[in-house]
T-cell receptor
Framework: GAVVSQHPSWVICKSGTSVKIECRSL??????MFWYRQFPKQSLMLMAT?????????EQGVEKDKFLINHASLTLSTLTVTSAHPEDSSFYIC?????????????FGPGTRLTVL | GQNIDQPTEMTATEGAIVQINCTYQ??????LFWYQQHAGEAPTFLSY??LDGLEEKGRFSSFLSRSKGYSYLLLKELQMKDSASYLC??????????WGAGTKLIIKP
């Protein structure tokens, strides 16, 4: 149980285009999902916390107009990187909190590697 | 401020035992997690401790002392596939997950 999928696994796009990444909890309902970014050999950096049916909470320094998050259902959250630039190239990872379990464990999707040319 | 410390890198031998320590100073405590992350992949959940003591799960065990702000992850019978980064994370009073920088574990034959 507690499987989180992420799509696509990798994407290459041209500078200036927008990219949408989907995060799905497959066997549980996730009232809260998280979006992280990780640059090579660095720690996970929390970008935003997404609660179903409400606006996402962004971490300091993360542009909410650039990284659009939508959590329209209990099993799906999307991150759209708008007008992507080469510096946005990174490994984007979502996680979902299984609110039905006793712990507040976050389960991670496999990640999306974004390369902006 | 909130702080989680763990060694940057450790080296161990295949078949041996290794202990990865984590100390934390956070605003409140609602549990401590250990995750494993292989290079280029997302983290995978290993363990969760909220009460003091040792939790054993196969070759991996995790220990917590809340009074000392300390945890360790113990890996036994090391295998080459255990080469990865091990991330310590604490759930604070706001239920925010505070991440350590991770410990890169290198296993040598």
């Amino acid at each position: 149980g507690a499987v989180v999928s992420q799509h696509p696994s990798w994407v290459i796009c041209k500078s200036g285009t927008s990219v949408k990444i989907e995060c799905r909890s497959l066997d549980f309902q996730a009232t809260t999902m998280f979006w992280y970014r990780q640059f090579p050999k660095q720690s996970l950096m929390l970008m935003a916390t997404s609660n179903e049916g409400s606006k996402a909470t962004y971490e300091q320094g993360v542009e909410k107009d650039k990284f659009l998050i939508n959590h329209a259902s209990l099993t799906l959250s999307t991150l759209t990187v708008t007008s992507a630039h080469p510096e946005d190239s990174s490994f984007y990872i979502c996680s979902a909190r299984d609110g039905g379990r006793e712990t507040d464990t976050q389960y991670f999707g496999p990640g999306t590697r974004l390369t902006v040319l | 401020g909130q702080n989680i410390d763990q060694p940057t890198e450790m080296t161990a031998t295949e078949g041996a035992i290794v202990q990865i320590n984590c100390t934390y100073q956070t605003s409140g405590f609602n549990g401590l997690f250990w995750y494993q992350q292989h290079a280029g992949e997302a983290p995978t959940f290993l363990s969760y401790n909220v009460l003091d003591g040792l939790e054993e799960k196969g070759r991996f065990s995790s220990f917590l002392s809340r009074s000392k702000g300390y945890s360790y992850l113990l890996l036994k019978e090391l295998q080459m596939k255990d080469s990865a980064s091990y991330l310590c994370a604490v759930l604070d009073s706001n239920y925010q997950l505070i991440w350590g920088a991770g410990t890169k574990l290198i296993i040598k034959p």
